[in-house]
């Protein structure tokens, strides 16, 4: 069982700036492939940034691309999201998920994810 725990939502003005992290347990954190997805009211939970297990790769979506940075601390059993220049668009519940497939390559797939935080809410108001 892999437990992650989300923290760093709020809300920001357009134009702002947010970290958003994420705490793993209960496996070997450089076993984990991570990534961030998020929801937004009424709208299917899409992919946001994916990192692989070395942290060498990384994949964005094209919305967030030149924005959003995906990095992780080892040492910490962390993975952060650093979401820049934010629009009222990118307002949505922010999830962390964890791929224990032992790929070496980010997911980029819903359903290529075994494990699942609570979420964190990102409200960016213009």
């Known amino acids: 069982q892999v437990q992650l725990v989300e923290s760093g939502g709020g809300l920001v003005q357009a134009g702002g700036s947010l970290r958003l992290s994420c705490v793993a347990s209960?496996?070997?954190?450089?076993?984990?492939?991570m990534g961030w997805f998020r929801q937004a009211p009424g709208k299917e939970r899409e992919f946001v940034a994916a990192?692989?297990?070395?942290?060498?790769?990384?994949r964005y979506a094209d919305s967030v691309k030149g924005r959003f940075a995906i990095s992780r601390d080892s040492a910490k059993s962390t993975v952060y999201l650093q979401m820049n220049s934010l629009k009222p668009e990118d307002t949505a519940v922010y999830y962390c998920?964890?791929?224990?497939?032992?790929?070496?390559?980010?997911?980029?797939?819903?359903?290529?994810?075994?494990?699942w935080g609570q979420g964190t809410q990102v409200t960016v108001s213009s």
């Open positions: 998920a964890a791929d224990t497939s032992g790929s070496l390559r980010p997911r980029l797939r819903r359903d290529e994810y075994d494990y």
């Open positions: 990192i692989s297990r070395t942290g060498i790769s990384t």
């Open positions: 209960g496996r070997t954190f450089s076993s984990l492939i």
